[in-house]
């Protein structure tokens, strides 16, 4: 599956922003979506996933104020992001995985496909 992550950009501490992951294929509706973020010299932070059956799960730096959804109907994943923080901003990925266990649905490992990355700044 090929991915687009789209809806980055720049806000005050406090504001909302959508970001939104089109995928490609027939088979969206059996993958297990996820959001990744990445800033410079670190590694890759999982943020949150939804599974095919709409199972979700967050980060805990996260929960509370993002909500990940997903419209099979239209192949795309969304991720709502509500009460921003500075450090919230990252370059953030989408990613998809076929048959993603539960115990590994953290891991970017687990993820075969990903999308090119959006930018989301925050200011205080």
């Known amino acids: 599956v090929q991915l687009q992550a789209s809806g980055g950009g720049s806000v005050q501490d406090g504001g909302s922003l959508r970001l939104s992951c089109s995928a490609s294929?027939?088979?969206?509706?059996?993958?297990?979506m996820c959001w990744f973020r990445q800033t410079p010299g670190k590694e890759r932070e999982f943020v949150a996933v939804?599974?095919?059956?709409?199972?979700?799960y967050y980060s805990d730096s996260v929960k509370g104020r993002f909500t990940i959804s997903r419209d099979n109907a239209k192949s795309t994943v969304y991720l709502q992001m509500n009460s921003l923080k500075p450090e919230d901003t990252a370059v953030y990925y989408c990613?998809?995985?076929?048959?993603?266990?539960?115990?590994?649905?953290?891991?970017?490992?687990?993820?075969?496909?990903w999308g090119q990355g959006t930018q989301l700044t925050v200011s205080s």
């Open positions: 990613a998809a995985g076929n048959g993603v266990i539960l115990s590994r649905i953290r891991i970017d490992q687990a993820y075969d496909s």
């Open positions: 294929g027939r088979t969206f509706n059996t993958y297990t």
């Open positions: 939804i599974r095919w059956n709409s199972y979700t």
